[in-house]
């Protein structure tokens, strides 16, 4: 980084439960234009997750340490405040489809109203992952099926082991 130019961080939010590889494409691709990332876990008892945040923040910390620059954490209440707290400039989203658009630019420009020094950018997904969702795998991996398209091989038993246990 230049001398006297300001860091550009940015902050990558989502519920990651399971993280699967189209957020570690995500984190790939924006951890490569901005100098810090920030990966921010919503901690969101009313979602009911299958991962507690602990096990979230340390699946994260596994599968992305060979990006350098990112950091984990996890955050409750708004993200925009959180995104204020961590001294963010930029939020990062993926799109997958015109299905999420609607959504993403209603959130985003909300935002915006509530805190316009903090601008959301969006990557288009990578078309390998346009399909893919923590749902889904959930989904696939309650009735046995195969998650190893989605998610990274060491995640797979954790994720099994979810679904066993009910
Ligand atoms: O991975 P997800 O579930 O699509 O992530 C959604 C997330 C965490 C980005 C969103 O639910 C969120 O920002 N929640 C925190 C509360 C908030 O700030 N909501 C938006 C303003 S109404």
């Excluded at 519920?15 to 969101?44: C, Q, W, Y």
Aim: net charge negative; charged share 25%.
């Amino acid at each position: 980084m230049q001398r006297g130019k300001q860091m550009k961080r940015a902050i990558y939010p989502g519920s990651f439960d399971p993280v699967t590889f189209g957020h570690i494409d995500m984190i790939e691709r924006s951890a490569k234009i901005v100098d810090e990332l920030v990966v921010a876990i919503l901690v969101n008892s009313a979602k009911n997750p299958l991962f507690s945040v602990e096990e979230r923040v340390s699946m994260l910390g596994e599968i992305t340490g060979h990006v350098p620059n990112i950091r984990i954490m996890s955050f409750h209440g708004l993200l925009i405040d959180f995104a204020q707290e961590v001294d963010a400039s930029i939020i990062v989203r993926g799109l997958r489809a015109v299905t999420d658009f609607e959504y993403e630019l209603q959130i985003a420009q909300t935002n915006r109203i509530v805190n316009d020094r903090i601008d959301t950018v969006f990557l288009t997904t990578s078309l390998e992952y346009a399909y893919l969702s923590s749902t889904i795998v959930k989904e696939v991996a309650s009735y046995g099926g195969d998650i190893s398209h989605f998610v990274p091989e060491q995640l797979i038993d954790r994720i099994y082991a979810k679904f066993s246990r009910k």
